[in-house]
């Protein structure tokens, strides 16, 4: 009776230190995963930056501006784009008063 006794607690015991055997190997993947996290967080702050250096440029680029609604209008918009804005928005206005 004994024996059987000390057989089912090894086993019961041997399933719990299996349990928590199987608990260390994920956590050592958790590991491995933050690192790549934290390479994935470099890769989207510089993405970011990027962006955000794209953005400061586009703002720059935003130098041309109606004198009479004040819009802002891309440097890289052609004359016919502001011609249009003149024309649509303040067509008692010259192009000229809107873009001098
Ligand atoms: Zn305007």
């Known amino acids: 009776m004994g024996v059987e006794v000390r057989f089912w607690r090894r086993t019961v015991t041997g399933g719990g230190e299996g349990g928590r055997g199987r608990g260390v190997v994920p956590m050592g993947g958790g590991n491995a ?34 004198k009479v609604c004040m819009a802002q ?8 784009g502001l011609k249009q804005h003149a024309e649509n928005k303040h067509p008692k206005k010259a192009y000229n008063e809107c873009f001098p």
């Not at 690192?35 to 935003?62: F, T, Y």
């Not at 209008?73 to 016919?80: C, H, I, P, Y």
């Open 73 to 80: 209008f891309l440097s890289t918009t052609n004359e016919a």
């Open 33 to 66: 995963q933050k690192s790549a996290k934290s390479r994935e967080r470099n890769l989207a702050k510089a993405a970011a930056e990027g962006k955000g250096s794209q953005l400061d440029s586009k703002a720059k680029a935003m130098t041309i501006q109606c």
